[in-house]
């Protein structure tokens, strides 16, 4: 067993732990924010919230949400982590179908959960000492490009424990990704609040809402438009809060760029 296995084991000896109640602070009531996964701008006057990779600054007049790739790699980052912590099958690293410089990491034993919690935590707590109010979980969804090697048992397991880490540095947790499972990631990973990707275009809004309510952010992309995003703000099915953006995030004077938001 490595080394990093085995102090993951040592610090988990009683299993995956059970996640804490969420902390004091609510999800705030929201309708105008930004997705920032690219370079950070300055946000657009009267957006109230803000979601920007873990490595840039928070928006210090917004609710700034921390975003965490949690379940796979970054690109280029693969080789940060152990090995032994990359999902394999037949001796092959595996990768994600339409992110193929994403790897997946192996989240399919307790150990390895352990160790990979060891890795996130650090992230997690950086956030909250930078001053994030929240953070999201992306790839909850890995386990179904994992060619049947992992569960959503597995990725549960391990949303709970960082979820546990979040709450006990005051952060909001949200779920992303995995509509369908909702119910049991709220109940039994602590998540509370949703971030959705496209919920509009592919009809899942109401798995999220009936979980979460108001507490839902959703981002539509522009080169996925099933109607007019004007139609799409106006149905009651979707979230209050709902923005329409380019795929690859770019900052305003790129080209690409688009950024809309359904205001009241």
Request: glycine share 8%.
């Amino acid at each position: 067993m490595s080394s990093v296995l085995a102090a993951a084991t040592g610090c988990a000896a009683g299993g995956d732990a059970p996640n804490p109640p969420a902390p004091a602070s609510t999800f705030p009531a929201i309708a105008a924010f930004d997705y920032q996964l690219g370079d950070p701008y300055p946000p657009a006057p009267g957006v109230q919230l803000v979601v920007r990779d873990r490595t840039a600054p928070p928006v210090d007049d917004a609710y700034s949400v921390c975003y965490v790739n949690a379940f796979q790699t970054q690109p280029g980052d693969e080789n940060a982590w152990p090995e032994e912590l990359l999902l394999t099958v037949d001796g092959v690293r595996v990768t994600d179908p339409e992110w193929p410089d994403e790897y997946l990491l192996d989240a399919s034993t307790d150990a390895k959960r352990a160790a990979i919690a060891g890795v996130i935590s650090a992230w997690i707590e950086g956030c909250a000492a930078d001053g994030f109010r929240a953070v999201e979980f992306d790839n909850l969804d890995s386990f179904t490009r994992s060619r049947g090697a992992l569960s959503l048992d597995d990725n549960i397991a391990l949303a709970a424990r960082l979820a546990a880490t979040a709450h006990g540095s005051g952060l909001a947790v949200g779920q992303k990704n995995a509509a369908e499972h909702a119910p049991r990631l709220r109940e039994e990973a602590g998540f509370d609040f949703a971030v959705a990707e496209e919920c509009a275009a592919y009809g899942e809004c109401s798995a999220y809402t009936e979980v979460y309510a108001d507490a839902v952010i959703d981002i539509e992309y522009a080169d996925n438009l099933p109607r007019r995003f004007e139609d799409m703000c106006r149905d009651a099915g979707s979230p209050r809060a709902m923005i329409l953006r380019d795929r690859e995030l770019v900052a305003p004077g790129a080209d690409g760029y688009v950024s809309e938001s359904c205001r009241e």
